[in-house]
């Protein structure tokens, strides 16, 4: 492998080799904590849409706190089952607040419970998270659900393809960037990592297809708010907790300082599972490829064809990016005109993590500025 200014240091890049590696075993990991079922609550979740559809606060409560009084002692508890126990009981916790009812103020254990179960597995907040619901999310009859509207499932499904997606993307992305865009390794990791991210296209454009505005907005959307755990209120996971954060971080944003750009980033990537964090760790610092691209142009010496086959894929890439982007800024917007219009309303609709329509748009417009950026490149 040859070490060019185009490409990683000998020791990062044997890093990124490693988190690739590891990165490629999530995927099971997401299929273990799926299949778990630790408070042996799989028939209760059959029922759950049942009392929210019935507006039943006094029943949601009763299966919380019958979970809660099952949560054993937690030095005996792996990894695994923590972090099933986190998915299960932050579900019927935000049920409750669905209709105004705080978890913590009326089931006893609950913020001491899941605040136990997150420090036993190291995670950032004592909630769920975005891949709770879907990749750690059992499928077919256990399916985690809020309604028995067969959309949720749908939405369930797509993202739960469109994220495994992402991490094949990734770990390409992270292969291409041990290489110089001359090295022949580096095309064939970038067109991998394109052909990866289809599936995230074809998962958006499912959602936009098939479910409306008014379905997600009034029956969807409102089982993702915050709830408290002891004092502090956590928001509920949301669509920025994606491992695109990585890809956004790799090809253009590591030496981003924008501060709309890294609020989003920092708040987003800690909801991740641990292996995300270190690879945004180990990347911070790095040049992203259009810095490495750029500085390649600035030199003034003709691409070469090698260069130029990796410069086409890294455009291919971004297309795709971009494919999925665009659709994706359109079907927020919808949601976010939506209720604004309900509302009667002018002021900023945020999304359940706590961010609006400028994130979304802003990293749009960064795709849409690298591609730009590759394709003038192209025709030099």
Not at 10 to 17: G, L, N, P, Y
Request: charged fraction near 25%.
């Amino acid at each position: 492998m040859s070490y060019l200014p185009d490409s990683l240091s000998e020791s990062v890049s044997f890093q990124m080799q490693d988190l690739a590696a590891r990165l490629s075993k999530e995927a099971a990991i997401n299929q273990t904590i799926a299949e778990a079922d630790p408070l042996g609550v799989d028939e209760v979740f059959q029922r759950l849409p049942e009392f929210n559809e019935q507006h039943d606060r006094e029943g949601i409560k009763q299966i919380l706190e019958q979970a809660m009084a099952r949560v054993p002692g937690l030095t005996a508890w792996n990894f695994t089952q923590c972090n099933a126990a986190i998915r299960d009981l932050s579900m019927f916790g935000a049920s409750l607040v669905r209709f105004g009812v705080e978890p913590a103020d009326c089931v006893p254990g609950f913020s001491e419970g899941l605040q136990a179960l997150a420090a036993s597995v190291a995670a950032s907040i004592p909630r769920d998270s975005f891949i709770d619901y879907t990749s750690r999310n059992p499928a077919d009859e256990r399916e985690r659900t809020f309604t028995s509207l067969s959309q949720e499932r749908l939405f369930i499904d797509s993202l739960r393809r469109g994220m495994s997606a992402l991490d094949t993307c990734l770990i390409h992305l992270l292969l291409a960037c041990n290489f110089s865009f001359a090295h022949q390794e580096c095309a064939t990791s970038l067109q991998a990592a394109a052909v990866g991210f289809q599936t995230m296209i074809d998962a958006i454009v499912q959602v936009k297809r098939e479910i409306t505005p008014e379905v997600f907005t009034h029956h969807i959307r409102p089982f993702f708010e915050p709830f408290r755990v002891a004092k502090r209120a956590f928001s509920a996971p949301s669509g920025a907790e994606m491992p695109i954060l990585n890809i956004d971080q790799i090809i253009w944003g590591s030496d981003c300082t924008d501060e709309l750009y890294t609020t989003y980033f920092r708040a987003n990537i800690i909801r991740l599972p641990a292996i995300y964090q270190e690879i945004s760790q180990t990347w911070a610092g790095q040049k992203p490829l259009i810095t490495r691209l750029k500085d390649r142009l600035a030199s003034g010496i003709p691409l070469s064809r090698e260069e130029r086959r990796s410069l086409q894929e890294l455009h291919h890439l971004l297309t795709r990016i971009y494919t999925f982007r665009m659709p994706h800024y359109k079907v927020a917007e919808e949601n976010v005109v939506l209720r604004q219009q309900e509302r009667g309303e002018d002021q900023e609709v945020k999304g359940s993590g706590g961010f609006g329509l400028p994130e979304t748009k802003y990293v749009l417009d960064q795709t849409i500025k690298c591609r730009h950026i590759t394709s003038q490149a192209l025709l030099l």
